[in-house]
């Protein structure tokens, strides 16, 4: 094996380093581009938020639903209460 020999091998290798590093890369490129898309797309991001919504729901109507009726209930009080006033006031 010549001088010339391991300098190729090591250039080849170095080469092979750097390719496996192109990749790497790319890949935590496309990953970090993956998560901004996720973020900015906000239907998507409602859409979690809603689901989120109901499931807190859910749980809350599942343990306690006097408290989740007394809430809707004071609710249409005051829907109905500004309803009333509305038409009063005019």
Do not use: F
């Not at 935590?28 to 499931?55: C, F, H, M, S, Y």
């Amino acid at each position: 094996m010549t001088a010339d020999d391991s300098n190729l091998s090591h250039k080849e290798r170095q080469l092979g380093e750097i390719r496996s590093d192109i990749e790497s890369t790319r890949e935590k490129l496309a990953q970090t581009l993956d998560a901004i898309e996720d973020k900015l797309n906000v239907p998507k991001q409602a859409q979690a938020v809603l689901g989120r919504g109901r499931d807190v729901l859910d749980r809350t109507l599942k343990d306690n639903p006097v408290a989740v009726y007394a809430a809707a209930g004071g609710v249409a009080l005051v829907t109905a209460g500004l309803v009333v006033w509305r038409i009063v006031r005019r």
